[in-house]
């Protein structure tokens, strides 16, 4: 009886923690065969779609204007987490290009040439932090702690 508990709370602990969830972001990025597409938005700008990931507010896909840049983008996406790697942002282009922008250094010197247009289809990656990663595990074990807690004083009541 114990065990069918344990196993239930384990996958509740990992799913809270979003385990499944950071994994995708390790998934390899295979871009269609599909043409880049442009739509024509309000007052006749033209759009472009692009895909974000990664630790911002709100990943996903966007339809920007053709004249917003990166800073444009992580705004729309309500900004990146504090966990974000402002200096190790990728772009990843439909001809599998990966291009490295370093946002931190451009937040210090105000330098536009650090920060690369985006084009449709891209793919923009937010990374998290190292530290990122040992807080998720320490919240893991946290919650585990708690499990076993609980079970051994269930274990003492009986």
């Known amino acids: 009886m114990k065990k069918i508990i344990l196993i239930p709370l384990c996958l509740l602990v990992l799913s809270l923690n ?29 759009l472009i779609t692009v895909n ?6 709100r990943p996903g896909i966007y339809s920007i ?3 917003f840049g990166l800073i444009d983008l992580l ?4 900004g990146p987490l ?27 010197t105000g330098n536009k040439d650090l920060l690369v247009p985006l084009q449709p289809g891209d793919l923009v990656i937010v990374s998290g ?20 807690n609980v079970i051994i004083l269930s274990q003492r009541i009986n």
């Open 75 to 78: 705004s729309s996406a309500g």
């Open 129 to 148: 932090s190292a530290m990122d990663i040992f807080v998720t595990l320490v919240g893991i074990a946290r919650d585990l702690a708690i499990i076993l």
């Open 18 to 46: 979003g385990i499944s969830q950071d994994s995708r972001l390790n998934q390899e990025y295979q871009p269609g065969d599909r043409p880049a597409q442009y739509i024509l938005g309000s007052q006749d700008v033209l």
């Open 65 to 67: 204007p053709s004249s």
């Open 52 to 57: 974000l990931w990664g630790h911002v507010q």
């Open 82 to 108: 504090k966990s974000a790697r402002m200096n190790d942002i990728r772009i990843i282009r439909k001809n599998q290009d990966v291009i490295k922008v370093n946002v931190k250094e451009y937040m210090k």
